[in-house]
C-alpha cells in the first residue's frame, strides 16, 4: 500500500488528520503490505504527545479484551512502553525505528496467523491472527460461541532493542497515576 494508498485507507487527506484511536486502530489491524515511507510521512507530521496516547488507550483496550494469557499481556505490555518511548524521543532516528516496530508489531499482530482458535461447540479449529482472535473473544459476548485460545506459538515476540531513558520510563508511569 503506497502514502495514497494508505491516507485513503486510514481516511485522512494529510498527516495532521491522523490523530483519531480509529485512525490507529485501522492502521495496526490492517492485513496488507505497508510502504514504510507511506507510515514515515504520517508519523513525522502527527502530534507525537496525542499518538502516545492513542498508543495507550489502544493497548489498554487490547489488553483488556485478551483471553486470560498472562505472557501476551506482558508483550503487549512492553510493546506500548517501547512505542511511546519512541514517539516522546521526538529526533530523527528514533522515528525511523518507530516505524519498523509499528509494522514488525503490525504484522506480528495483524497478519501472521499463529493463534490457535477453537469452537467448543462444533470442535472446528481454526489458525487466526492475534488481532481476529481477538475480535472473535470479543464477539463471544453477543453471539453466544464459546472458543478455546491456544496462543503459545506467539511468545516469542520481543520487542527490538530500544533504549529509553529511566527519566523517561518514570515519566511514562506517572502519566499513568
Avoid: W
Avoid at 5 to 14: G, H, P, Q, R, W
Avoid at 67 to 81: N, R
Amino acid at each position: 500500500m503506497n502514502k495514497e494508498e494508505l491516507y485513503e485507507f486510514l481516511d485522512i487527506e494529510d498527516p495532521s488528520d491522523f490523530r483519531y484511536f480509529e485512525n490507529f486502530s485501522a492502521y495496526i489491524e490492517c492485513d496488507e503490505n505497508i510502504e514504510d515511507n507511506a507510515l514515515y510521512g504520517i508519523l513525522k507530521e502527527a502530534d507525537r504527545d496525542l499518538l502516545s496516547e492513542i498508543v495507550k488507550n489502544y493497548f489498554n483496550e487490547i489488553i483488556d479484551a485478551l483471553p486470560d494469557e498472562g505472557e501476551l499481556i506482558g508483550i503487549f505490555d512492553v510493546e506500548q512502553t517501547a512505542l511511546r518511548g519512541m514517539l516522546r524521543s521526538g529526533d530523527e532516528s528514533s522515528l525511523g525505528l518507530l516505524v519498523e516496530e509499528l509494522e514488525r508489531f503490525r504484522n506480528y499482530y495483524s497478519v501472521d496467523r499463529e493463534v490457535e482458535v477453537k469452537n467448543l461447540k462444533d470442535g472446528s479449529t481454526d489458525m487466526m491472527s492475534i488481532c481476529d482472535a481477538v475480535f472473535t473473544a470479543r464477539g463471544e459476548k453477543f453471539d453466544g460461541s464459546e472458543h478455546s485460545f491456544n496462543f503459545n506459538s506467539c511468545l516469542s515476540y520481543s520487542v527490538d532493542e530500544y533504549a529509553m531513558s529511566f527519566s523517561d520510563m518514570l515519566e511514562l508511569e506517572e502519566e499513568e497515576e
